[in-house]
């Protein structure tokens, strides 16, 4: 049988490595960790014991033409704040009315998965959820 400790990383496709290395940075708060001399573009970043790795390739798939969307394929990230991690990305532009449809986030207080939710796209349509243990303060 196989003994699965954790998760190691999750990749994701991109189509421009530094307008997404801007995203991971600047938005999520993401610190990008040293990444062996592949030949091919990309960036990692540790997210906790787990990482996050970004990967160039000219035949990569992408969710081309979709909207942010909880039920389609994502990541998820704890958060400490449900409260606080909506406030900030309030305040860097993301909104459930938001006009620019990369801007436009999903606010779930109350998910039924039993706890706080919060989705949005990067530039590339990678659909992310931020979740909290519970739901503090509104």
Request: proline share 6%.
């Amino acid at each position: 049988m196989l003994q699965i400790k954790t998760i190691h990383h999750v990749s994701l496709p991109v189509t421009d490595l530094e307008k997404s290395k801007k995203f991971y940075n600047e938005i999520l708060g993401l610190e990008e960790i040293k990444r062996p001399p592949f030949n091919f573009p990309g960036a990692w970043y540790q997210i906790g014991d787990c990482q996050l790795h970004l990967i160039v390739h000219d035949r990569s798939t992408f969710r081309e033409n979709k909207k942010v969307d909880s039920r389609d394929i994502h990541f998820a990230v704890r958060v400490t704040s449900y409260c606080e991690t909506r406030d900030y990305l309030r305040s860097r532009g993301f909104h459930p009315e938001a006009g620019d449809e990369f801007k436009k986030m999903i606010e779930n207080p109350k998910a039924t998965a039993g706890f706080p939710q919060l989705h949005i796209m990067d530039p590339d349509r990678n659909v992310i959820e931020l979740n909290a243990e519970l739901l503090d303060e509104i």
